[in-house]
Each structure stands twice: as C-alpha cells, then as structure tokens.
C-alpha cells in the first residue's frame, strides 16, 4: 500500500490545496500481479467509520481518478449526514475498464487494501461493481456491504436509490405544484441502468409520461419491451433536456450532468435524479435557481442505497430501510423550506445542514 505521500505533485495539489480538499486521508493502492490500481479517499469520519462504494472505471489517467475519489468522498460525507447515518463519507475507485481487467484476483487484492484500513473505511457497490463482486471483496474483507443475500448481505442497492429518488420528486412535485402525486407528469431520466429502470417502474405504476434515454441500446429496449405504452426513447441527452413540456429532469448516470450548456437549455421545472455530483461546479445551484428551476439535492435523494448498506452492518431488514428511505420526501421538503427561509438555492441549504451536523459530532468528540 503506498500512502498519498508518495503521490505526484499535482495530487498533493489537489489533495492540500484545491477545493476539493479537506479531506482526512488517501490511500494509493497497486498490485501489480493483478493489475489493481486504487484510490481509497476518506473525507470525514467525524460521524463514525467512512462508508461509500467502489466505482470501477476507464479513467483517462491517475490524477482524474484521484480527482473522482476525492470528489465522490466528499459527497458521501454530505449524504450520510443528510440520511441520519452514524457514518462518514468515503470513495474508492478502481483505475481501468471492468469489462477487461475485472477478476477475482483483483478484487481479493483490493479486499485486502481495504482491510489494512482496519475499518475506518466500509465498501459497497458503484458503478461498474456488483453485488458478485462485494462477495468476492468480502472474502478478505469484513467491512464489505452490498453483499448477496446468500452470503450474509441485502442484495442490491439500487432498488431502494430509486425509491429515494422517487421520494424526492414527490417532495418536488409537493412544493412547486401543492400535490405529490406525478400522475400525468412528463419525467426524463438519463441513464435507465441499475437505478434508472427501477425509478422507471415507480414513475410508470403512479401514471407519469417517462422520456428516457441511455448511451447503451440494450437497456432502453429492455425498458421499451417492460413497457410498451407511456414509455418514449430519444436518442441522446441533449435532445432529453429540451424536450416539450418535460416537468422532470432525472440525472442518473455519471456526474457532472448540470453544467454550462445543459442548464440554459432545460424545458423542466424540477431536476430530482440519482447521479451523484449533477452539478459540474459551483454556481450551477445558483443558475438553476435563477432560471426558476428546483433542485433537489442529489446526495439527499439518492441516499436510499447507502441508508440499506449502513443497515447491512447491524442485520439488514427491508422493511426497516423503506421506512427510513421514505423520510426523503421529508428531509427534500425541509430543504425547500430552509432555503426559503435563508434566500438560497436548495443544494447550499442542503450543505449548511449536514455541515452543521458534521460539525457538532466533531465538537462532541474532542469534548470526550
């Protein structure tokens, strides 16, 4: 394991000195019989052990995965606060396509890393990992959630990511038009994978217009054939985004997706998605509220997922995680209301109130 000191300059940049900074420790992992490079960021654990998933990815080279893991760190921390969780917020990702390098040794390898790390850090399922591939991290890890049901975890997470998010848009739905119900309600989500096409089935049973689109062809025809009426395609994000009368914009593929180009050009009154990290800078709240566009927090409405792997750790019960994913609609309509109350955009009233919470559990544990 080597230790961010070993890192490249711009790393120690980015790491000390960026925005992206504050962050309590980085890990840079490599074995090289197995061809695993890592990057194991940990953002806070003021609230308790860092838990996030395991993004596996082509990034174009190390320093863009650093940036990613730290970025992705961050945002954990801020979501499981807003979710109640006695827990940080950490990332890792995995450098290189999972559909080439992917393998058991390499998933033992980063097992191990992250068991070296004593349980400061928990792992889960991101994009391009499984709950196949927790199972085989497990085996050198105990602080592996996102496992098989068969092998002592809850299954997959993005079941309950799609209700949260769901409950989100209610809470939206709530507060700009006085009623939660989406019925007849045009919602465009893109991305329809993991998370997508359950959100899909949520939106479709309560009698909304979807719009959806998906770089991969085969997930918007499996979503077509589930769904031979009240379903349309279009074929790529930027025809989605400005789509005639869309009430809804769902962002729920990778980060980044609220940006220069894409806000100017958005029919919908409401973004509410599972991306993380849908805003690609700071000043993209502010734009959305300007063009009298809600947002809904990404963190606060996608925290479905990690609300079911923190419930992992104590004996997992579905039932129990619903309940607790469905205080999303709550929590989405306090931050509406915080940020009407302060004159800010919901995303900084969303910040203010997990800070404060980070905030006043590290006070409480210095005063030990």
């Known amino acids: 394991m080597t230790d961010v000191t070993g890192a490249p300059a711009d790393v120690l940049h980015t790491l000390f000195h960026s925005d992206q900074g504050g962050h309590e420790q980085v890990v840079l992992c490599q074995d090289r019989a197995s061809g695993l490079k890592a990057v194991i960021a940990l953002h ?19 320093a863009e995965a650093v940036a990613d893991a730290l970025n992705l760190a961050r945002g954990m921390s801020y ?40 349980g400061r850090y928990v792992t889960a399922c991101d994009v391009g ?44 739905a709530q507060h700009l038009w006085g009623d939660p119900s989406l019925r007849g309600k045009r919602v465009g989500i893109a991305g329809v994978g993991k998370v997508g096409h359950h959100l899909v089935e949520h939106l479709r049973a309560e009698g909304a217009e979807v719009v959806i689109t998906d770089v991969r062809e085969e997930a918007v025809g499996r979503i077509l054939a589930a769904h031979p009426t009240g379903v349309t395609a279009v074929a790529d994000t930027a025809t989605l985004i400005r ?31 599972a991306a ?43 039932d129990r995680c619903k309940a607790k994913a469905s205080k999303i609609f709550d929590t989405t309509l306090a931050i509406f209301a915080r940020a009407k109350e302060d004159g800010i955009p919901p995303a900084a009233a969303a910040d203010r109130i997990a800070e404060q919470r980070m905030h006043d559990a590290a006070l409480a544990r210095r005063a030990r």
């Open 243 to 273: 789509a005639e009368g869309l009430d809804i914009y769902a962002p729920c593929a990778l980060g980044g997706a609220l940006n220069d180009d894409t806000v100017p050009a958005l029919t919908a009154k409401v973004v509410c998605g």
């Open 79 to 118: 979501k499981n606060a807003m979710a109640g969780l006695d827990h940080g917020g950490g990332k890792a990702v995995i450098i290189g396509d999972p559909e080439k390098i992917k393998s058991e040794e390499l998933l033992l390898a980063y097992g191990r890393f992250v068991a070296s790390l004593g």
């Open 44 to 62: 806070s654990t003021a609230l308790g052990p860092a838990l996030g998933g395991t993004r596996f990815y082509p990034y174009a080279n190390e």
């Open 129 to 172: 990992t499984y709950v196949a591939d927790m199972d085989v991290v497990a085996r050198e890890c105990r602080w592996t959630t996102g496992r098989s049901p068969e092998n002592g975890g809850a299954g997959d997470s993005s079941v309950l990511t799609a209700y949260g998010v769901y409950q989100g848009m209610r809470a939206s």
């Open 276 to 318: 993380n990290n849908q805003l690609a800078h700071p000043g993209v709240e502010k734009d959305l509220a300007d063009r009298g566009i809600l947002y809904a927090p990404d963190y606060v409405v996608n925290a479905g997922g990690v609300i079911q792997v923190a419930d992992e750790l104590h004996g997992f019960d579905f």
